[in-house]
Nanobody
Framework: QVQLVESGGGSVQSGGSLRLSCIVS????????MGWFRQAPGKEREGVSC????????VYADSVKGRFTISKDHAKMTLFLQMDSLKDEDTSMYYC??????????????????WGQGTQVTVSS
């Protein structure tokens, strides 16, 4: 049974930082590319960042480029998202997902077959 469990969300002031984690079980972590997605109320789920199976290739949404960093720890079977310089507009539910070995521009969500339950991030001024 494949499981993806996110953690690390919370409430933070604008300009602050959070580090999201996603622990994966039930699949060969090194064979899957991974992604972080977010969905705010009333909006579609959007790709934030995605990473190749090896961890060597990454894609970022323009809105987070230079502020967020995605990484994989294969020994811990964990995906991370370091979020710095957070803005109010980053407020959303964040989801991790497992998908194709190589990331594609925009991290199209239809390519990702396994999803976690999400962790809430709230940024306030």
């Amino acid at each position: 049974q494949v499981q993806l469990v996110e953690s690390g969300g919370g409430s933070v002031q604008s300009g602050g930082s959070l580090r999201l984690s996603c622990i994966v079980s039930g699949l060969t972590f090194a064979d899957y590319g991974m992604g972080w997605f977010r969905q705010a109320p009333g909006k579609e789920r959007e790709g934030v960042s995605c990473i190749s199976a090896t961890g060597q290739s990454t894609v970022y949404a323009d809105s987070v480029k230079g502020r967020f960093t995605i990484s994989k720890d294969h020994a811990k079977m964990t995906l991370f998202l370091q979020m710095d310089s957070l803005k109010d507009e980053d407020t959303s539910m964040y989801y991790c997902a497992a998908g194709p070995r190589y990331p594609e521009y925009g991290c199209p969500r239809y390519l990702y077959g396994y999803w976690g339950q999400g962790t809430q991030v709230t940024v306030s001024s």
